[in-house]
């Protein structure tokens, strides 16, 4: 190997100055060359659309409460103000015993909420053995987006209210409240929440609301005309892919980037209907933007700028524009009906916004003693262990040391909020925490943090090491017990390398490296006929579809997927 320039031998400080600030970082899951990106696709809605928080959801929690009132559920309800420190986002909520759970990536329970009652480890031992929640739809449901936010917060603010109204006692088997002949289920009270959820979403007047209050509702970053004209500027193809209408679509994007906001994409498409769009989808169809109506027939020529699309399917976009996975990056904010589909069903390259990383990383940076302290007890408990061995038959004290753990573990949580962070508690990551490493090649807190990036820039993963790699220093010695038969091995480099130069005269295949230079032939879901890979599909997806919502995340309404 060649010796590195004398200006590459940095020292870790010097290596460290070299980061950007870190709200204006993306962050790399997987390598990706941003020269070899044809298309860059967006979604609008927390995504070129970032809404002001807590703002939004307050008023959305009202809409909710209105509606809620208005089937039948108490006065009292007016008097809940919506609270942005209790709810995170990636909770699963239980339909049986009305729990709000924070779990890792497994199904482990990490922290258990009911109302406003943290659970303890006993009552989480009582109701969940083991400590695990199996992750099907009959079960949980997901509360993974952004606009979940207020009903997260009004679930556990019911779940309180009914808990202790003297009108209500709790069931027998603690699945919900009776008041007499009267029986309300968690499940129940969940799905009326959802249902009003949906109908502000759908038919209150909450996006004209915003529409008439852009300044309060919408944050106008500077940033979005300088990343969509540098784009261009590169001649990279651009594309917006929402599931808001015309109208909606229109009224923002004209705040955020100008009248002829069309002009910046290739392609316009609204009510695409994620994911679905990325399954079987809809037709294209053009939109009048006089009027805003749809145009008759189904279009089947090119795409054009300029022009506004409906519905589609990502079959048709990649028949009529010619994309194959590999060149399509898309940003958005939706980690199911975005990303996870995106990636999983097509294959494109996936950018996934997190607002919440600024809040993260303030703590993470702010709150260095706390993580420095619980690295403290980590070691503190490895060096009591440290000459113990099979043949020790006192064990050491240290119910004092998990205790510490546990209170700093606790501390540590909330300072991010009454739920604590959205991707770990205490060492441990949470589920949502997985999905992004699983399906986000690159995140970031905004979008706009692509214009600190030149448009040839090489995102790079930092290594991911396993335990045994990251515990175990590099200067540490491999000790030989001699009763062992087995030899200890060595390093086989020279005599691997050797064997190399026989073979080839090339480097052998790095995976992360080159992957995006190799020219081999495009994958199945580039070249295999539609026709036959819906077939496909269809007969895996049947096969499989309850063991993929298990391992995934569950499966949202799939019109309900966005704000629109």
């Not at 079960?139 to 009914?162: G, I, K, Q, S």
Request: aromatic share 12%; hydrophobic share 35%; with cysteine.
């Amino acid at each position: 190997m060649p010796a590195l320039s004398p200006h590459l031998d940095f020292t870790d400080d010097q290596i460290g100055m070299h980061k950007k600030d870190p709200e204006k970082r993306v962050f790399v899951n997987r390598n990706m060359r941003l020269e070899k990106i044809k298309f860059f696709g967006f979604d609008m809605d927390y995504t070129l659309a970032i809404y002001k928080s807590p703002d939004l959801e307050c008023m959305a929690f009202d809409l909710i409460i209105e509606r809620m009132i208005s089937i039948g559920y108490p006065e009292h309800l007016r008097t809940f103000k919506y609270n942005p420190i209790f709810p995170v986002r990636g909770l699963w909520f239980d339909y049986l015993y009305g729990n709000l759970l924070k779990v890792d990536g497994f199904g482990n329970i990490l922290v258990g909420m009911h109302g406003f009652t943290p659970l303890t480890p006993q009552e989480i031992e009582e109701l969940y053995p083991n400590k695990f929640l199996h992750l099907t739809d009959k079960r949980v449901y997901v509360l993974n987006t952004l606009f979940n936010l207020p009903e997260t917060y009004l679930v556990a603010c019911l779940v309180d209210y009914f808990d202790n109204s003297p009108d209500y006692t709790l069931s027998a088997d603690k699945s919900g409240v009776k008041s007499g002949d009267v029986v309300m289920s968690y499940r129940s009270i969940f799905q009326d929440i959802r249902n009003a959820v949906d109908w502000v979403h759908f038919d209150s007047d909450m996006k004209r609301t915003i529409v008439n209050n852009l300044d309060k509702y919408v944050e106008k970053d500077s940033r979005a005309v300088q990343l969509l004209e540098q784009l261009r500027l590169n001649d990279r193809k651009t594309f917006l892919l929402t599931n808001s209408d015309y109208w909606y679509t229109n009224e923002l994007m004209k705040y955020l980037v100008g009248p002829n906001w069309t002009e910046y994409f290739d392609i316009t498409v609204v009510d695409a209907s994620k994911p679905k769009w990325f399954a079987e989808g809809t037709v294209f169809r053009e939109v009048d933007t006089n009027t805003g109506a749809l145009k008759i027939g189904i279009h089947a020529g090119p795409l054009k700028r300029g022009v506004v699309y409906s519905g589609g399917s990502c079959d048709a976009f990649r028949r009529l524009v010619k994309a194959r996975g590999k060149d399509v990056l898309y940003i958005g904010d939706h980690i199911f009906g975005d990303v996870l589909r995106s990636k999983k069903a097509r294959g494109w390259k996936t950018f996934l916004v997190v607002p919440e990383l600024d809040h993260e990383l303030t703590v993470w940076t702010d709150r260095r003693p706390l993580f420095e302290q619980l690295r403290e007890l980590d070691t503190l408990m490895a060096n009591i262990y440290r000459n113990l061995d099979g043949n020790t038959r006192d064990k050491p004290k240290i119910d004092d040391i998990l205790k510490n753990i546990k209170g700093v573990t606790h501390e540590m949580d909330q300072e991010y909020g009454v739920m604590g962070s959205l991707f770990r508690s205490g060492s441990r990551t949470t589920f949502f925490a997985s999905q992004v490493e699983r399906y986000a090649d690159l995140y970031a807190s905004s979008c706009y943090n692509l214009v600190h990036y030149p448009n040839f820039y090489f995102f790079r993963a930092p290594m991911t090491l396993m335990p045994h790699e990251s515990t175990v220093d590099h200067s540490s010695i491999m000790h030989q017990r001699p009763e062992v038969a087995l030899k200890k091995q060595d390093s086989v480099g020279q005599q691997v390398r050797g064997w190399t130069r026989m073979m080839s005269k090339s480097t052998t295949f790095c995976h992360e490296e080159d992957e995006e230079d190799q020219d081999g032939p495009s994958s199945n879901s580039d070249n295999e006929p539609a026709e036959q890979r819906h077939k496909r599909e269809r007969s895996h997806s049947e096969e499989s579809s309850e063991s993929l919502n298990q391992t995934d995340v569950l499966v949202p309404n799939p019109s309900y997927v966005d704000i629109d």
